[in-house]
Nanobody, 122 residues
Framework: QVQLVESGGGLVQAGGSLRLSCAAS????????MGWFRQAPGKEREFVAA???????YYADSMKGRFTISRDNAKNTVYLQMNSLKPEDTAVYYC????????????????WGQGTQVTVSS
């Protein structure tokens, strides 16, 4: 079992940047893929980005070029750097962990954090 705690959310103006962090504990962090998802009010949760054990990365098309996922295995932490934020990026952002070291699609993530709110004002 892995425990995930997100931080770094907040209020930012359109065009601004935020960096989210997710601290993991309870399992060997470096052994599995990690991901970020988000859920806006009234919408379903959607995939944002994923990173494998070997740091290969995957992004949703709408986030490519603006968001960057990274991991620091020494700190048991995964990050999401978000640039050029838009009001439509407003959502609760969730960190998630897979049980396998590679990315197998959004359905592979079974452990979730509590989420952190990101609000982008126009």
């Amino acid at each position: 079992q892995v425990q995930l705690v997100e931080s770094g959310g907040g209020l930012v103006q359109a065009g601004g940047s935020l960096r989210l962090s997710c601290a993991a504990s309870g399992r060997t962090f470096s052994s599995y893929a990690m991901g970020w998802f988000r859920q806006a009010p009234g919408k379903e949760r959607e995939f944002v980005a994923a990173i494998t054990r070997s740091s290969s990365t995957y992004y949703a098309d709408s986030m490519k070029g603006r968001f960057t996922i990274s991991r620091d295995n020494a700190k048991n932490t995964v990050y999401l750097q978000m640039n050029s934020l838009k009001p439509e990026d407003t959502a609760v952002y969730y960190c998630a962990a897979d049980t396998l070291p590679y990315y197998r699609g959004p359905q592979g993530f079974g452990s979730w954090g509590q989420g952190t709110q990101v609000t982008v004002s126009s």
